[in-house]
């Protein structure tokens, strides 16, 4: 590789780094603890206990109250809101029912409230105030909403753009060298810049999936506003002009699930977004199911039902960019393979840690070498080092 392009990458490499570390640091610390959050929350919070099984793929379990009774129950918690979402845990009767002043409220102005359908009674409430509500809305979009997930996803995007210079740059280096060579008994600098490279090439894939995985997580609010402008609209299309149906008139939750029902058959209901929310339109109930396999469980299938009359209207596969977003979600957090992945992902966020750390030591120790002093170093495999 010529010098000239070394030095290009080396470039790269260098602010693209420079600008992310710090927020990737912060990621990875918030998101260490994130990957455990079911294990912490069955930890900290006493589990309700269930009667009866869940909802079963060939419909409901015999013994479950009706969808509208729980509704009611929700509702008259919460006087004077509307519903936004209801969701299921298809394993056990438990349901949560999210509440609003208005449909298109924003999500610090909603309610989400638990319940055990084989009993009709509330178990609870979602805490929003505890910890790791609070990692998560720091990890998510440091509480500024949708600028601070853009703003963390284009830290995602130049973290990326450091790995593959990165690894440009590791191939000239290790030129002379046997991979995995630590040397531990010369400088510090280069022992901190062996262990840099050595951790990151370990990690790489798993750092790029995550990276990706995260920038395709932070536009979750603008993939779902263009479903709502595309598909969501051409399934809708009869309905336009229409003025939006009012809660008052809200027809059977039972009626549209059974409508949904006998329209995707064998699949379990997710949840349900009611009109005005960001995942229906203003007209209509929209059941999502999942698939029936440990794969197709992440990919969701909305069926539209009138909210008025309880009509089916229509009902369609998500698109390809939804998909990504829904296999990207749980593979962000190691959430596909049980405890054994989820500790692979904490031991390599320790490892990209180090790596961020080391990084960092490296420029600021060194942040006032000449870039060809660093070129050198690089075509050495670090022989060559900038003067001090």
Not at 16 to 29: H, P
Not at 164 to 173: E, K, M, R
């Amino acid at each position: 590789m010529q010098r000239s392009t070394i030095r290009s990458w080396f470039l790269v490499h260098k602010w693209t780094s420079i600008v992310c570390t710090a927020f990737l640091l912060m990621l990875c610390v918030t998101g260490l603890p994130l990957i455990f959050h079911h294990e912490i929350d069955e930890l900290t919070e006493e589990a309700p206990q269930y009667g009866m099984p869940g909802v079963g793929s060939s419909g409901e379990a015999p013994g479950l109250r009706p969808l509208d009774e729980m509704l009611a129950k929700a509702l008259a918690a919460r006087p004077g809101e509307v519903p936004v979402f209801m969701a299921f845990d298809n394993d056990q009767p438990s349901m949560t029912i999210t509440t609003a002043p208005r449909p298109d409220s924003p999500a610090e102005d909603m309610t989400i409230q638990l319940f055990d359908r084989s009993t009709g009674q509330a178990t609870g409430a979602v805490d929003e105030d505890g910890v790791m509500h609070f990692l998560l809305q720091l990890h998510t979009d440091m509480f500024l909403g949708l600028p601070g997930m853009l703003f963390l996803g284009l830290m995602g995007l130049f973290f990326v753009i450091a790995i593959i210079s990165g690894v440009v740059l590791y191939a000239p280096f290790m030129n002379k060298l046997d991979f995995g060579t630590l040397r531990t008994s010369r400088s510090t600098r280069l022992k901190w810049l062996d262990y840099h490279n050595l951790l990151g090439i370990v990690a790489l894939a798993w750092m790029t999936v995550v990276g990706l995985t995260g920038v395709i997580n932070a536009l979750a609010t603008p993939i779902i506003q263009y479903w709502q402008l595309t598909e969501l609209a051409e399934m809708t299309r009869s309905y336009a002009g229409k003025g939006a149906v009012p809660p008052e008139r809200y027809g059977s939750i039972d009626k549209a699930m059974a409508a949904a029902r006998k329209e995707i058959p064998g699949n379990n209901p997710q949840f349900i977004g009611f009109p005005g929310g960001a995942f229906s339109s203003k007209h209509h109930y929209a059941v999502f199911f999942q698939g029936d396999t440990p794969l197709t469980e992440r990919l969701l299938t909305p069926a539209l039902i009138d909210a008025e009359t309880g009509e089916f209207t229509d009902a369609r596969p998500m698109p390809w960019y939804a998909k990504a977003l829904a296999l990207s979600q749980p593979l962000h957090f190691g959430d596909y393979g049980g405890l054994p992945l989820k500790i692979l992902w904490a031991i390599l966020t320790v490892f990209t840690m180090i790596v961020l750390g080391s990084g960092l030591y490296l420029w600021l120790g060194k942040r006032r070498s000449g870039t060809e002093a660093l070129v050198r170093e690089v075509e050495s495999g670090g022989e060559v080092m900038p003067a001090e």
